[in-house]
């Protein structure tokens, strides 16, 4: 992926000692070549054992920064005994900025860098029309403290900026920032525009400080900003020992003054994200925004694609949200986010949140899919939709697309899936909601429901606003069984009935999605009711518990898990079930007379939770239970006719 600048090679200026000043000083040198017009080259012969560190200025002198304005290579490999992954000269920009780059074509590698405040080490910074800076290649350097790379102008263009390969380690107590851009807008000149930006191989090594970055934030006057094709992989960023919040990757288009914004193109791929657990941090946050300024603003960011990342220890692991005001638009389409290991998270694994405020916002085509998103404090995934706030701003939401497939979502502390319209109790504000295709997912051992689905401010999400199938019987006596249920729902209309079998029920009563088992189609008549049976494959009832969800296949929206069912819940077999009786039922002494028909094969006990209870068979027509406690058991009766299930009622 590295891309080496490649040009026709200038005059050599090397520096030959750490002073901050004089012939053969760093400075002077970078002076120096700045006056040759063309591209020069920076080399190191520093005698004298190493390491060596350079101050850029004399202490407590202000620090001036170097400014570099002609295509310049900066090759700390130069220097004898050093190596790539061991450089042995550091550049100390102590409390100031260090270099101020002005140029296209500019390389540095093999060089430590040391800033002990929040003071940025390279600065891309210019204010007026016309500016295009191409091709800087920042790689294989190591970066202790204030920010490594900061980019910030109101017009203009950058292309080409490459972070490769490079350390990056915090310094107590100041917040260290990987790459921070800035783009704005300035009334009367055209847009800023950043276009192809390359972050792989680095690796972050947290101090107690905290840590942010890479970061986006297109914010301005005017024309507002756009950037475009920007691919963060391969990156490890540990954050672990931080003691202060981390924002690894984020993305904030819009503004806040007249401005529009676009961002585009986006990959952040097989990265380590590691937090440290502390509060208003997150591992990916992509924002629009258009909350203030005039009436008309627009905010869009499309084709992002998160795939392949580890996502552990934020408040949530990925944070996707459009923010809208003032009759402003917000829109976030074309998002993938896939394969990603989100676990142990604050808050949401996942957080979708469309909040429009007085505006409009939409969000479509977005799949979320393969993923694996456990042990979050909050919901695995959570999708806020809001219409208004307060009670007193009006907004508006379309979503559309959206399709949440193959994800392994368990063992969160809310509900797997959570979609909630919380601030707006109104039907007018509800929002549009075409296409959320919930399918295929393995949803189990959450601490509240597999999925709730609410959209009015009175429900507590214990309901579900879609419709939801309703499981009725259990049939058979062997691999498939066949089940069952009624769904009520949109009149003259198809859905798509999607099987889920489960270890155990879900508390609720409602039920989860551990394994998918297969689907069917029901067709609902002119009253809105339908009929359906399945054969479940695969699945063993007896120790298995079933569960199903109702996409309308005309929005393609997905409801919530229909109630949980076990075969030990159900009379199967060739017999009926009153041929079977058991007296005295309810039972005070535990002793029991059982009657059905056909020759016994066996008998089995069991609690309402699927449990083995104990008895004693006295003889083939009678059973002693008293060893159980009070309560309702379950008796399962195996004879040459069928498999029969009665209910047991101990008394004290």
């Known amino acids: 992926l590295l891309c080496v600048l490649h040009y026709s090679r200038g005059a050599i200026y090397t520096v030959l000692h750490t002073g901050a000043y004089g012939h053969g000083s760093l400075r002077n040198q970078i002076q120096a070549a700045n006056a040759n017009p063309g591209p020069d080259e920076i080399h190191f012969n520093i005698q004298g054992a190493g390491p060596h560190e350079i101050f850029l200025d004399v202490f407590p002198t202000p620090y001036s920064p170097v400014e570099i304005t002609d295509p310049l290579k900066i090759d700390g490999l130069t220097q004898p005994g050093a190596s790539v992954g061991n450089p042995t000269v550091t550049i100390n920009t102590h409390c100031g900025d260090g270099f101020y780059l002005s140029t296209s074509n500019f390389e540095v590698s093999g060089l430590k860098f040391l800033q002990k405040c929040w003071y940025k080490v390279f600065r891309i910074k210019f204010t007026t029309e016309g500016f295009t800076y191409r091709n800087i290649l920042i790689h294989d350097n190591h970066f202790t403290g204030g920010t490594a790379l900061a980019i910030e102008y109101v017009s203009g263009a950058c292309k080409n900026i490459q972070f490769v390969d490079n350390i990056v380690e915090g310094y107590a107590p100041e917040i260290t920032y990987m790459m921070d851009v800035k783009l704005g807008g300035m009334l009367g000149f055209p847009k800023a525009t950043l276009d192809s930006v390359l972050i792989?191989?680095?690796?972050?090594?947290?101090?107690?400080?905290?840590?942010?970055?890479?970061?986006?934030?297109?914010d301005g006057l005017g024309d507002g900003a756009t950037a475009s094709h920007i691919s963060i992989e391969?990156?490890?960023?540990?954050?672990?020992?931080?003691?202060?919040?981390?924002?690894?990757?984020?993305?904030?288009?819009?503004?806040?003054?007249?401005?529009?914004?676009?961002?585009?193109?986006?990959?952040?791929?097989n990265n380590n994200f590691q937090g440290n657990g502390s509060a208003e941090s997150h591992g990916i946050m992509f924002k629009s925004r258009t909350n203030g300024g005039s009436n008309g603003l627009s905010s869009t960011i499309e084709n992002i694609e998160i795939v392949d990342n580890d996502i552990d220890l934020f408040d949530d692991g990925i944070n996707l949200e459009m923010i809208g005001g003032n009759l402003n638009f917000s829109s976030m389409n074309y998002v993938t986010i896939a394969r990603n290991t989100v676990t142990n998270n604050k808050l949401s694994g996942i957080y979708l949140g469309a909040n429009p405020l007085n505006s409009n916002a939409e969000m479509r085509h977005l799949r979320i899919e393969d993923n694996v998103v456990s042990a979050n404090l909050g919901n695995g995934i959570l999708f806020q939709v809001n219409g208004m706030q307060d009670g007193t701003l009006n907004g508006k939401n379309d979503i559309e697309d959206v399709l949440m497939i193959r994800n392994h979502i368990f063992g969160n502390g809310n509900s797997g899936i959570h979609v909630v319209n919380r601030d707006s109790a109104f039907l007018w504000l509800l929002p549009s909601i075409h296409g959320f295709l919930i399918s295929e997912n393995s949803i189990h051992d959450n601490q509240l429901v597999g999925i709730a689905f609410v959209f009015r401010l009175t429900d507590d999400g214990s309901t579900c606003d879609l419709p939801v199938p309703r499981l009725r019987t259990i049939s058979g006596n062997t691999i498939p069984y066949s089940v069952e249920g009624t769904l009520s729902g949109e009149p003259n209309t198809d859905y798509q009935i999607e099987f889920y079998t489960n270890a155990s029920p879900d508390s609720s009563g409602f039920g989860e999605?551990?394994?998918?088992?297969?689907?069917?189609?029901?067709?609902?008549?002119?009253?809105?009711?339908?009929?359906?049976?399945?054969?479940?494959?695969n699945a063993d009832l007896h120790t298995r518990y079933v569960a199903a969800?109702?996409?309308?296949?005309?929005?393609?929206?997905?409801?919530?898990?229909?109630?949980?069912?076990?075969?030990?819940?159900?009379?199967?077999?060739?017999?009926?079930?009153?041929?079977?009786?058991?007296?005295?039922?309810?039972?005070?002494?535990?002793?029991?007379?059982?009657?059905?028909?056909?020759?016994?094969?066996?008998?089995?006990?069991?609690?309402?939770d699927g449990q083995n209870a104990t008895f004693k068979q006295i003889d083939p027509s009678r059973i002693d239970i008293s060893e159980n406690g009070p309560g309702i058991y379950l008796l399962q009766i195996e004879s040459s006719k069928g498999r029969f299930n009665k209910k047991i009622v101990q008394l004290h």
């Open 549 to 608: 969800t109702a996409t309308n296949l005309s929005t393609r929206n997905t409801g919530c898990f229909s109630n949980s069912m076990h075969s030990l819940l159900m009379t199967v077999g060739e017999g009926l079930p009153n041929q079977v009786e058991l007296f005295p039922n309810p039972t005070k002494n535990g002793i029991i007379n059982v009657s059905f028909p056909g020759e016994l094969q066996g008998m089995q006990l069991f609690s309402l």
């Open 234 to 269: 391969n990156n490890d960023f540990d954050c672990s020992l931080t003691l202060s919040r981390n924002e690894i990757v984020t993305f904030q288009i819009g503004g806040s003054q007249d401005a529009n914004g676009s961002l585009s193109d986006v990959i952040i791929k």
């Open 200 to 218: 792989t191989g680095n690796q972050v090594l947290s101090g107690l400080g905290g840590f942010v970055g890479p970061s986006f934030i297109f």
């Open 513 to 537: 999605g551990e394994i998918y088992a297969g689907n069917t189609i029901v067709s609902l008549d002119s009253t809105g009711n339908g009929f359906f049976i399945y054969a479940v494959p």
